[in-house]
């Protein structure tokens, strides 16, 4: 039982560049959502989904998608890169949005160029 | 002004010592309150999770909930260094129904050294 699994762990991007952050939990948890974290802002929450086939914005969303074709995985997509990009991000999973996340991966630090 | 607001420390106790972590929101609407602790290069974990206001308690931590003052505490008694980490205060609004639905709102975490 692996939990949550991020990659990659790091990621170096040039401005204007995409790549996608890969998240899967092998919980079958219907909930799952990403955040960023920043120095002094805690975490902030960019998209979630409460299941596969539904998702919706959190609180930073511009400049992400997100997609979820399966219950497992959860990919989030950086279309064009950008210097405030640069953060730390995790993806947390839990049996039902009625639960607060259970589940953290242990992150994917990006650093934007 | 931040809806949820945390003291970022660092706050550095000698092992043994109670530690008292706190957070203010303005947001009424919020109702369920949970601290996270979060070990450095690591991804947070849930350590307590409370709904009314009162006291819960799990061991050698005791959350605490004012709604009328818009206050949340974790305690933590007699300290240990394996306590060291960042603790996150995190709330959101009721399960069913409005934009608050499963989103949390987090506290800025207050880093916590325990000295042996």
């Known amino acids: 039982n692996a939990g949550v699994t991020q990659t990659p762990k790091f990621q170096v991007l040039k401005t204007g560049q995409s790549m996608t952050l890969q998240c899967a939990q092998d919980m079958n948890h219907e909930y799952m959502s990403w955040y960023r974290q920043d120095p002094g802002m805690g975490l902030r929450l960019i998209h979630y989904s409460v299941g596969a086939g539904i998702t919706d914005q959190g609180e930073v969303p511009n400049g992400y998608n997100v997609s979820r074709s399966t219950t497992e995985d959860f990919p989030l997509r950086l279309l064009s890169a950008a210097p405030s990009q640069t953060s730390v991000y995790f993806c947390a999973s839990s049996p039902s949005p009625r639960v607060p996340p259970l589940h953290f991966g242990n992150g994917t630090r990006l650093t934007v160029t | 002004q931040k809806e949820v607001e945390q003291d970022p420390g660092p706050l550095s106790v000698p092992e043994g010592a109670i530690v008292s972590l706190n957070c203010t929101y303005s947001?009424?609407?919020?109702?369920?309150f949970m601290w996270y602790r979060q070990y450095s290069r690591k991804g947070p974990e849930l350590l307590m999770y409370?709904?009314?206001?009162g006291n819960k308690e799990d061991g050698r931590f005791t959350a605490q909930v004012d709604k009328s003052s818009k206050y949340i505490s974790l305690f933590i008694r007699d300290s240990q260094p394996s306590d060291s980490a960042t603790y996150l205060c995190?709330?959101?609004?009721?399960?069913?129904?409005?934009?608050?639905?499963?989103?949390?709102?987090f506290g800025q975490g207050t880093i916590l050294t325990v000295h042996p």
């Open positions: 409370t709904y009314s206001s």
């Open positions: 947001n009424s609407a919020f109702q369920y």
């Open positions: 995190a709330m959101r609004g009721p399960n069913a129904g409005g934009t608050s639905y499963g989103k949390l709102t």
